[in-house]
């Protein structure tokens, strides 16, 4: 079985699968495990540790698999190797793109998004900005004002999108807690600055004029697209299957003979770790079980 990604449903997946009896390798294109749970999830943590020790497991860090082709030839570019990998059965747990929310001048220096500050946090230690302004339109906006005020970031406002009382009351208590003010029904205006940004213009639905705020760093949370190319490169067509809960795609290319491909995680929807645990979980099992292989008994 391969398995491309290594965050929560890449690591669960393989696991999955090795406990089924199969030799797996996992593809991650960073070069450390844990997806954009990276040092935040002791549970993610401890999956990383086991499946470092279990030789039923290759794991291939600053691997990146960039090609699908004719009966299910998966490349992987693993610098200055090319592997080139006929899997029985595949697992994408590709994760996802941030989506962009453009405003005039997005572009500045100190403009990124909340997941890119928050490796800078997580992974670094680095502070990726003094006063920031996080400009979102869902809740995981939010949890990233709090991960950077944890970070000594002082943050001026959370600019959100939606209106106030469409905001779930615990995210609205969360951010009161922390000192963080909520603007609500608000955009991005402009961003200000030369070399780097130093202030935003936040226009809210009730005001004629833009509100301008001090800040050194935007951090953008727009939600996200799912990272499918290579799905979508295999011709991925097929049902849900398993459960409503935990759903993947399966035998995309059966006609032409290729592996059996399940989707996992945040490629599939996935909305939080434990769900992309659980759906990896469930796509790691199936993998062994749905292959059109036969599977040759395992030597103890």
Known sequence: VLVVGGGPAGLS?????????????????????GGRTLGREPLVERLIERLSTDKRIELLTSAEAVGWYDEGVIAVDRTPDLLILEPQAVVLATGAYD????????D???VMFATAAQRLLD???????SRAVVLTTDDAGHHAAGRLAEGAVEVVCIAD??????VP???????AGAGVPVV?????????????????SVLTTHARRPRRYRCDLVCISAGVRPADDLAYQATARGSLVLAPSVAVTA??????GGPALWLAGLVNGADTPASAREQGSAAGAAAVRGSRYPWPATEE
Do not use: C, I, Y
């Not at 997946?13 to 495990?33: G, H, K, N, W």
């Not at 989506?99 to 997005?106: I, M, V």
């Open 13 to 33: 997946a393989a696991a999955a699968a090795a406990d089924a009896s199969a030799q797996v390798m996992l593809v991650e294109r960073d070069d450390r495990l």
């Open 99 to 106: 989506a962009g929310l453009p405003f005039p001048d997005w």
């Open 108 to 110: 500045l220096p100190g």
């Open 123 to 129: 992974r670094h230690g680095v502070k990726p900005g």
């Open 161 to 166: 999108r939606r209106r106030s009382e469409m």
């Open 169 to 175: 009351t615990d995210v609205l208590e969360a951010a």
């Open 184 to 200: 609500g029904g608000a955009t991005a205006a402009r961003a200000h600055g030369f070399e780097r940004v130093n202030a935003l």
């Open 251 to 256: 035998q995309p290319a059966a006609a032409a």
